[in-house]
């Protein structure tokens, strides 16, 4: 597998899931492995649930305390589940889930990750993730588990699943800054940062993985400035201006003539919309470049543009 391949060669992501990857701008799998994680999880320990508090995502360890109710309201059914620990009792709700009343129908202890809310006075943790039985927490028990940036549809487990077969098949991830900078630096290299940054077992390798990304968009950015300063040729102007006989009518017809400022100012702007380089857009005169009275000055501009429109956004502000 290599990096410029479309990514519906992955295993189970078909057409419609190629699609809602394309909508979220990953087209091939070197697009995949650069879709980095907006943010970690990370699984801590679980406390006791007279511990937990008020809009924090918990992880806590009870036993099943009576019966699991399924309730329907207007839109949709309720999973109702009670948690109970040596130090109190904890409510907890799924959405259109009525199947984990069989599922967890037989009772035990059970691990429950999930953000608390209170409704109606009571703590409450909504729609958790389930640990069922308890001993199975400690796979993910101090790890740092990718979030990406999802589009309607597009799952985050469906996301982790694709960037891990992709970096268990993508052959020879290409590898662009010299030997030389790497050990410089003391980089990684980019499949160990690739690794590193979308399933981190560490903080400290995520950090060495950030790093390397950092240093890497740093160094294409500086270096994309250094090409452009040192580009000696100049696109050519193709918005040239030719005289318009309007500018001498407004001239004449007013009731005063243009001070001596007010003449540079216009004198100046001539040059510039006339030149054979391309310059920039836009009006050009700063409110204070003629004293008073500018306005008749950018009057002038105005009529002295293209008749297609180009350049008079910022006139027309002025004015």
């Known amino acids: 597998m290599r990096e410029s391949e479309r990514i519906s060669v992955l295993k189970g992501v078909g057409e419609k899931t190629e699609q809602l990857f394309i909508k979220a701008g990953v087209h091939t799998i070197g697009d995949l492995l650069a879709y980095y994680p907006r943010t970690y999880d990370i699984y801590e320990d679980p406390i006791s649930i007279g511990e937990i508090q008020e809009g924090k995502t918990v992880t806590v360890t009870g036993a099943i305390f009576g019966r699991i109710q399924v309730s329907q309201n207007k839109k949709m059914q309720i999973t109702t589940?009670?948690?109970?620990?040596?130090?109190?009792?904890?409510?907890?709700?799924?959405?259109?889930?009525p199947f984990l009343r069989n599922t967890l129908g037989r009772g035990g202890v059970i691990t429950l990750r999930?953000?608390?809310?209170?409704?109606?006075?009571?703590?409450?943790?909504?729609?958790?993730?389930?640990?069922?039985?308890?001993?199975?927490?400690?796979e993910k028990r101090n790890t740092m588990q990718?979030?990406?940036?999802?589009?309607?549809?597009?799952?985050?487990?469906?996301?982790?699943k694709a960037v891990a077969q992709a970096l268990e098949q993508v052959e020879g991830i290409r590898e662009f800054l010299p030997e030389e900078l790497i050990c410089r630096y003391h980089l990684l290299d980019r499949r160990t940062a690739m690794e590193g940054i979308h399933f981190p077992e560490t903080k400290e390798e995520f950090y060495e993985a950030r790093k390397r990304f950092v240093f890497e968009e740093f160094l294409i950015f500086v270096l994309s400035?250094?090409?452009?300063?040192?580009?000696?040729?100049?696109?050519?102007?193709?918005?040239?201006?030719?005289?318009?006989?309007k500018v001498d009518e407004f001239l004449h017809a007013l009731p005063y003539e243009l001070t001596?400022?007010?003449?540079?100012?216009?004198?100046?702007?001539?040059?510039?919309?006339?030149?054979?380089?391309?310059?920039?857009?836009?009006?050009?005169?700063?409110?204070?470049?003629?004293?008073?009275?500018?306005?008749?000055?950018?009057?002038?501009?105005?009529?002295?543009?293209r008749d297609d429109g180009t350049y008079r956004s910022a006139c027309q502000t002025t004015l």
């Not at 620990?85 to 259109?96: A, E, N, P, Q, S």
């Not at 943790?125 to 199975?136: D, G, L, N």
């Open 81 to 97: 589940l009670y948690l109970k620990d040596m130090t109190g009792t904890l409510k907890v709700i799924w959405f259109r889930m």
């Open 114 to 138: 999930g953000r608390v809310v209170r409704k109606k006075d009571a703590l409450v943790m909504e729609h958790p993730e389930i640990f069922y039985p308890s001993a199975s927490y400690e």
């Open 146 to 160: 990718p979030v990406y940036a999802l589009t309607a549809g597009l799952t985050n487990n469906a996301v982790k």
């Open 225 to 245: 400035l250094r090409m452009i300063k040192e580009r000696e040729d100049r696109a050519k102007n193709h918005y040239g201006f030719c005289d318009q006989p």
């Open 260 to 305: 001596g400022a007010q003449k540079k100012v216009w004198q100046g702007y001539l040059r510039r919309i006339c030149h054979v380089k391309a310059g920039t857009g836009g009006c050009g005169i700063r409110k204070n470049d003629c004293g008073t009275s500018c306005f008749d000055v950018y009057r002038l501009k105005w009529i002295s543009e």
